[in-house]
């Protein structure tokens, strides 16, 4: 039973990622950076201001990802 709808959530939340957040995010379907401006401040600045969303949601991936990860390797005698 868990594992399907570990199934169905994560096609939803594909469903969702493919519809909604990528053709918003990323209008050209790159990013484009500046050559004249390429550095840690430039990067970050963009990170931070034009690619904020992406970036958040990255984020929250990568916390669900880990936190799977611990979940699923939690052995039966360490609860």
């Known amino acids: 039973m ?3 709808l570990a ?3 994560a096609i939803l939340l594909f469903v969702v990622m493919t ?6 995010a990323f ?3 790159v990013i484009s950076i500046n050559a004249g401006s390429v550095g840690n ?5 963009l990170m931070f201001t034009t690619y904020i969303l ?5 984020t929250f991936l990568l916390l ?3 936190l799977g990860a611990m979940y699923l390797g939690e052995r039966e ?3």
């Open 2 to 4: 868990k594992n399907k």
């Open 7 to 9: 199934i169905i959530l």
């Open 19 to 24: 519809t909604f957040i990528q053709p918003s």
């Open 27 to 29: 209008p050209n379907g």
């Open 41 to 45: 401040g430039a990067i970050t600045h």
């Open 54 to 58: 992406p970036f958040e949601i990255i």
């Open 64 to 66: 669900a990802a880990m």
């Open 77 to 79: 005698g360490d609860k």
